[in-house]
């Protein structure tokens, strides 16, 4: 493999972590760390997902998810639900605050996004988002060839 091109890419992905301030402690204003924020919305975004579909679809280790999952029903923010004739099978919930934190969530990710490219030209933000379009559509077809998951 190109050294070049692994430099470039973990390069880009240090400097693009930071850019979306994903390891601040109040990542889009929420005390939930930028993993939880993560976990939490795609519960949102895929109602009654199960805890094995969620790691399969976030690509993340069981027993961290399952330590995520204890702590947000712990807090209110999700129910676990066994589905009926399943082999132990639960089928995850948000509660009415676990929804209102993912929408505040979106919410705010929507408006840190807004504020990082307000002084953009709108030119720039298309060039941006066609190469932002590219890098996925390449690395989804690249995980197709290795018959890996195509997640989102």
Partial sequence: M??????KIRKF??????????????????????PEARVLFEIYLYQEISATNLCEHLNMDKSYVSRILSKFEKHRLLTRELVSGSKGLKKIRLT???K????QID???????AEK???????????????????EETLRENDEKEGKRNGQ
């Fill in 2 to 7: 190109d050294e070049d091109v692994i430099e």
């Fill in 13 to 34: 992905n240090r400097y693009y972590t930071a850019w979306l301030d994903v390891l601040n402690k109040d990542y889009l204003g929420t005390d939930l760390s930028w």
């Fill in 96 to 98: 009415e605050e676990g």
């Fill in 100 to 103: 209102r934190e993912a929408e």
């Fill in 107 to 113: 919410c705010s990710g929507n408006r840190q996004i």
């Fill in 117 to 135: 490219l307000k002084s953009m030209d709108i030119e720039t933000r298309s060039k941006l988002c066609e190469a932002m379009i590219f890098i």
